[in-house]
């Protein structure tokens, strides 16, 4: 499928957490899924190991369970506090901004099961360390996010959900997921209704950046 005409630039500024205006009602093709992942496949992973693996989730069935797993999971987040309205009380440009967030986030919770594709990025690993994951995370991640900005380019819209990974054993179990594979991320994967994406508001750089030292 021709891809959409932006530029590197505008591709990496305007792939946002698509929650709201995912179209539930409209088929994704598997070709244009696999596509995705075949760009994704080309992201690093460390010693070139490629010890990935894409699970593609399209049968309505194992979607309505995936989706109840994500609705307790999300009920649970936010009972807890989740995604706290009143953190940037004294910022309403980014209170509102949460605001937003908080309100698209819990409409997904509700529909996670509705959405045509899921996807889960998962890695092949023998046993989690109790330190430092980075080595084992890194060599899946980034080929999650290639896939999450070829789905932009293709008109796709698509969101980073980590919650149902309270019940990773129960997806597991649903699935057939070998016990030394984990589970990354879950991408909900749909086309988009209107056609507009641009920059987040973000903090300024100056703000988080350290030269040298910190």
């Known amino acids: 499928m021709s891809t959409l005409p932006l530029s590197p630039d505008e591709l990496l500024t305007t792939t946002r957490s ?3 205006r995912l179209d539930l009602s409209r088929p994704v093709p598997m ?9 994704a496949l080309q992201a690093p992973s460390g010693s070139n190991a490629q010890s990935w693996h894409w699970i593609v989730v399209t049968d309505p069935e194992p979607r309505r369970v995936i989706g109840e797993v994500y609705r307790r999971a999300f009920r649970a987040y936010a009972e807890a506090g989740g995604p706290n309205s009143t953190r940037y009380a004294d910022n309403p440009t980014r209170q509102a901004t949460q605001l937003r967030v908080g309100e698209s986030a819990a409409w997904l919770g509700e529909r996670m099961g509705d959405v045509p594709v899921l996807v889960l990025a998962c890695r092949r690993v023998a046993k989690l360390s109790a330190d430092n994951q980075a080595d084992v995370w890194g060599s899946l991640l980034p080929a999650a996010w290639s896939y999450m900005l070829a789905a932009r380019a293709r008109r796709l819209g698509t969101a980073w959900t980590t919650l149902h990974l309270d019940y ?18 879950l991408i909900p994967t749909a086309y988009y209704t209107g056609d507009t994406f641009k920059p987040a508001p973000r903090e300024p750089l100056d703000s988080v950046l350290h030269l040298d030292r910190w």
């Open 168 to 185: 990773e054993a129960e997806v597991a179990e649903l699935l057939g997921i070998p016990d030394d594979v984990r589970q990354g991320v």
């Open 31 to 39: 070709e244009l899924i696999r596509e995705c992942l075949e760009i």
């Open 18 to 20: 698509v929650r709201k």
